[in-house]
């Protein structure tokens, strides 16, 4: 396989420099071994050859054999179309073409025999195909073919002729210059344990699978093969941290975190929140560095264990700080902190970019001089002027908004790595956790502290705006506050720019008796703040905005949140602004705006959110909908790998089972060194030496 990697693609038979730079530009196919791992995304069979007298308008795509017996040109510029008869002595069926048309005119003649292969339409009472696949009968790559793969192109490889069957053949000509069985890339054992073909046949049926059985059991062995690997990788290097690099040991639980637990707490703690502290206190005694993931849904009670967690660090002599995406988000940990350690005298900062040079001098010599012992903040913390002294704890909040790199400046505060906690209100799947959050340790917050009601979420049409406005009075009336979200997806979108604005202005004419206040990424940050602080004094009763409210806002007060457009945003989006209400003792609602007029799949996307609160099951929901990388929060500077075949949306057996015989082999053997593990240490080493291993600061 090694010498696979090192062949240059141009050098295949019918690829050349110019077909070799579009792919390597296209599809980072740049070697024999990228081409052969370039995988087919879906497979039609085409076993049977159908005859045109049988064709319906129902008909998926079909395969037919026969000839072109007239090409005739219809339309000038753009609308000009070619269109060829095509007959098999049972009928006629016509061929269209929209482009390359000088390309088809000069490749297919006449009176030849064609195997066709094409979705049938009707038009005008007449049958026709367009853009048909054309190969000549006696040039099938396979003359028993079934399935045959497809493969994901470019519109300029389209454009430059390289299309899926052309991909084919190119992988057929590799397929066929290859002498000799491949050398295998995992070992007896593993192969045993999952039942699993060899790669050889592997790389064949994925290809040229005879059978459905072929085609599934290939899949299988490289689906596995992908998330071994990547399982392999995570988890010895968590391994190899855990061995390697030591932590602070914080050996009691002292006055601070005592007198907090019995003086100063707001409330009882759920039991999730209890177990939590368990895990994080259990971590930081052990004499390791802690690297753990905290999930909790909106609302759970993630800040006072992120504060409690601060206090094990203070109670044995060291500072702790508190990173958060936003300055509003961060001056609100600051405003909740401060006001529930008054009573411990504990020094608290807050440390922001707008802060002025005069205001951050006392800061930072309080944190010099170990004075400070909790900084709250956002980027700021990163820059080099901020120096601690003795940093034991970080907590980062809302972490998939910070890139790994930034993430990592954070550990050169201290000699000696602070232990470390991620915390997300962003639900992830299991899988994707798994993935993305491999080496971490994951506590997870699923239940809702006592005396908050369940939301209720409403789907409503735009044509029940009057019902809407009516309760949305009774509400205010009642002297609650309500949020109103516009999709302003990106700030630079002019319409939606012109829709918030204009949605204002008619909220402002709707509830003239109210005072309403209007939010969006445009606005200075004094601006923006002002607004959010007339909204949480209730001097304003109605909010405006748009998704810039999404991390950071608590009103207990406000019961109501409308998202208007809701069909532009993704569940996890949603999720995450629904969390805005239901944060006070009163019954809250979440309605959900949108045209009548949704795609199937639309709407049962926001069924969803009508049917659970439960944020776990939304981001389940919305991986298998969207796939992992669409989803919001999951993306983020770093993560180091790339599925070429594997699925986590749809493949969570595979990779339970591939992290399963991973952790096996490592608890045996975390070096690898045994010889039974060689191909394993080799194949790894292929697979990840030259990317950058952000492993050890996630």
Known sequence: ???????????????????????????????????????????????????????????PYIQLNGRITSFTTQGEGARRRLIATFSDGTGVIDLVWF??????????????????????????????????????????????????????????????????????????????????????TLSPEVIEKAHLMGINDALCYIHFPRNIEDMRRAQMRLKFEELFYLQLHILRYARLRNHNIGGHRFSRIGEYFNRFYHECLPFTLTDDQKNVLREIRADVGSGRQMNRLLQGDVGSGKTIIALMT?????????????????????????????????????????????RRKREREPILAGLASGD???????????????????????????????????????????????????????????????TVYGDLDVSLIKQLPPGRKPIQTLLQYDNRREQLNASLRRQLQKGRQVY????????????????????????????????????????????????????????????VATTVIEVGVNVPN????VIENAERFGLAQLHQLRGRVGRGGEQSYCILMSRYDLTQETRKRLEIMTETNDGFVIAEADMRMRGPGDMEGTQQSGIAFELH?????????????????AMDILADDVMLEHHRNAILRKELHRNYSKKINWGQIS
């Open 1 to 59: 396989m090694a010498e696979l990697s090192d062949l240059d693609i141009k050098y295949l038979p019918g690829i050349g420099p110019k077909r070799a730079e579009l792919l390597a530009r296209e599809l980072n196919i740049r070697s024999y071994r990228d081409l052969l791992y370039y995988f087919p995304y879906k497979y039609i069979d085409r076993s049977k050859t159908y005859r045109i007298s049988e064709i319906t308008g129902t008909m």
């Open 99 to 184: 482009k390359g048309i000088k390309y088809v005119m000069e490749r297919y003649k006449t009176g030849i025999n064609y195997t066709l292969f094409g979705k049938p339409t009707l038009f005008n009472g007449r049958y026709n195909i367009a853009h048909p696949e054309l190969d000549l009968a006696d040039d099938i790559i396979d003359r028993n073919i079934g399935l045959q793969a497809y493969y994901n192109t470019t519109e300029r490889m389209k454009s430059a002729f390289v299309n899926s069957k052309t991909l084919h053949k190119m992988i057929h000509t590799l397929w066929n210059s290859i002498h000799g069985p491949l050398e295998e």
């Open 310 to 354: 601060a206090l094990m660090a203070i109670d044995n002599g060291y500072q702790a700080c508190i990173m958060a995406p936003t300055e509003i988000l961060a001056a609100q940990h600051y405003e909740s902190i401060s006001e529930l350690l008054m009573p411990l005298g504990l020094r608290v900062e807050l440390l922001t970019g707008s």
């Open 372 to 434: 400070v012992r909790i900084l709250i903040g956002t980027h700021a913390l990163l820059e080099e002027g901020v120096i601690f002294n003795n940093l034991g704890m970080v907590i980062i909040d809302e972490q998939h908004r910070f890139g790994v790199a930034q993430r990592a400046k954070l550990w050169g505060k201290n000699t000696i790595p602070p232990h470390v906690l991620v915390m997300t209100a962003t639900p992830i799947p299991r899988t994707l956790a798994m």
């Open 484 to 543: 109103i979200v516009y999709p302003l997806i990106e700030e630079s979108e002019k319409s939606d720019m012109k829709s918030l604005l204009e949605g204002y202005e008619t909220v402002q004419r709707t509830f003239p008796e109210y005072t309403v206040s209007m939010v969006h990424g445009k606005m200075k940050p004094v601006e923006k703040e002002e607004q959010m602080q007339r909204f949480a004094r209730n001097e304003a009763q109605i909010m």
């Open 558 to 561: 406000a019961t109501v949140m």
């Open 645 to 661: 075949i594997a699925n986590l949306a749809q493949d969570g057996q595979i990779l339970q089972l591939a992290r399963d015989i």
